[in-house]
């Protein structure tokens, strides 16, 4: 009876060690930047389960029916027409603003989010991003207090963030307007943070920003005519993404600004792979930033598991 006894005592013993000893993730290194990580497509799928798992976060854009369709569709492969700007024009679809729907700003979310909980939010990482020296961060190491940005749209540096503004290309209003009212909160507060595309967010100078507000390229242009192009190139392109729309004075103002290219803007990985598909381009020629192939392993591991 005693041998039965501790035999039974010791094998519960046994379960309740084995029920204790699962690791638990630290939220804090969750998403956490990896310097090694690698920068080829290629290379990036081999590590798709692991990174998928430890990146996503509840603010994570998801696919829905707002997300935008001429980067991700294999149906349009096809060669350029003889200019490139206008088969880019060509994505973009034309309507009437809606000015009846409601503007809350409230619907966009908090504002900044730490996405990886590592206490730098999406303002910082932009700061980060685009500096041209190595930051330096207050005591905490979740601020950014110094480091040297050029504003696009003036053309001048800084090397003090707060004299700096985290612009939307398109901004929020704007996106409202053309397509956006009636979004989920949660692909709103992934629009206000996105950091997929390098181009979504660019640190500007406070002035520049307000200056811009929420107007259109019919209405407000850089006072940096060289940044023209590719200022063009990026509205076109993040309002393609979203599939949002754009009204007539504004595509012929953005038809204007692209005819100021002596050349391709500059390549962007999701312009790398639109060029591909229309037959402009033989090969890849870009590599994923850190961002997109955060965004593209979740893509593929969406796909595998449905």
């Known amino acids: ?98 000015f009846e729907t409601l503007y809350v700003r409230e619907e966009w979310g908090p504002g900044w989010i730490d996405e990886n909980y590592n206490c730098i939010n999406t303002r910082h990482e932009v700061l980060i991003e685009e500096s041209y020296e190595e930051v330096t961060f207050e005591d905490r190491g979740c601020k950014v207090i110094k480091g040297k940005w050029y504003d696009y749209f003036s053309g001048e540096f800084y090397a003090d963030p707060t004299e700096l503004d985290i612009d939307h290309m398109v901004p929020l209003h704007n996106a409202h307007v053309s397509g956006a009212s009636h979004w989920p909160t949660e692909t709103k507060i992934n629009f206000y943070n996105d950091l997929n595309d390098p181009q979504h967010l660019i640190a500007v100078s406070s002035s520049a920003n307000r200056s811009k507000g929420s107007r259109g390229p019919e209405v407000w242009r850089p006072s940096n ?78 796909e595998a598991t449905n």
């Open 225 to 302: 005519e060289e940044y023209w192009c590719q200022y063009a190139y990026s509205w076109t392109e993040i309002k393609a993404r979203w599939n949002l729309s754009v009204n007539d004075n504004e595509l012929t103002a953005l038809a204007e600004m692209l005819n100021s290219c002596d050349s391709l803007p500059e390549l962007t990985y999701w312009f790398s792979n639109w060029l591909l598909r229309k037959g402009a381009m033989s090969t890849p020629e870009m590599s994923l930033t850190e961002n997109e192939q955060e965004t593209e392993l979740q893509e593929s591991y969406s």
């Open 1 to 98: 009876m005693s041998f039965r006894f501790n035999t039974l005592l010791l094998f519960i013993i046994i379960l309740l060690v084995q029920g204790c000893s699962g690791k638990s993730e630290d939220p804090q290194v969750i998403g956490a930047k990896d310097d090694s990580s690698v920068n080829s497509p290629t290379e990036t799928t081999a590590s798709m389960t692991v990174s998928t798992i430890t990146t996503t976060t509840s603010f994570q854009k998801e696919p829905t029916n707002d997300e935008p369709e001429f980067l991700f569709d294999a149906e349009s492969a096809g060669q350029l027409s003889t200019d490139w700007r206008d088969d880019l024009l060509n994505e973009l679809r034309v309507a009437t603003p809606d």
